[in-house]
């Protein structure tokens, strides 16, 4: 299994930041390559999510079902088909991290749990003499390049202006 882990601190308390994340399709605004987000349910446990995701000449649909939902802390989810995978976001309040013009602040971390040789056969449509292994090679550096603007585009809705985010990504595997 490989994981992904992405961290950043916004200066908010965890229940507005929790809040945000809860939203989903709404993340298709920030992202290049997310061009749509489908959902089935109120958010809680067993939600359903279908993520359309466009790339080159790639288009993929992740399916995706929230497991557990524990506010402000942790909202888990996994990838129902094609690949296994799941993940959480974690909101913990880390109040000595907030400039002095703040009152407080908050650690948001994505985790992504993966197992890249359970990719289904067929997952994709590749044109012809194009490989999965050639797209995943491509699509790894994309995917970090990707979430850092995210990240950074969704720190700039919930604090109300853009400034530099540092932003932790840690991979294992």
């Known amino acids: 299994m490989n994981t992904v882990e992405v961290s950043t601190v916004v200066y908010l308390p965890p229940e507005e930041v929790f809040d945000f994340l809860v939203d989903f399709p709404r993340y298709a605004d920030y992202s290049k390559h997310l061009r749509g987000v489908d959902q089935t349910g ?9 993520l359309r995701f466009a790339w080159w000449k790639v288009t993929y649909t992740a399916h995706t079902e929230v497991t557990d939902v524990d506010p402000p802390n942790t909202l888990s989810w996994r990838v129902t088909r094609d690949l296994a995978a799941h993940g959480d976001w974690q909101v913990e309040a880390v109040p000595e ?5 703040r009152e407080t ?6 985790t992504v749990v993966f ?6 056969a067929g997952i994709l449509d590749l044109p012809r003499f194009v490989s ?6 491509r699509v790894s550096g994309l995917i970090r390049a990707e979430g850092e603007r995210v990240v950074e585009r969704i720190v700039a809705d ?8 540092d932003v932790s990504v840690a991979v294992d595997g």
């Open 105 to 110: 602040a908050s650690r948001v971390t994505l």
């Open 115 to 120: 197992d890249p040789d359970s990719a289904s």
């Open 42 to 50: 109120d958010g809680g446990p067993g939600t359903k999510y279908a």
């Open 132 to 137: 999965l292994d050639w797209v995943l090679d």
């Open 158 to 165: 919930l604090e109300g202006e853009r400034r530099p985010v």
């Open 97 to 101: 991290a907030a400039p002095p013009d």
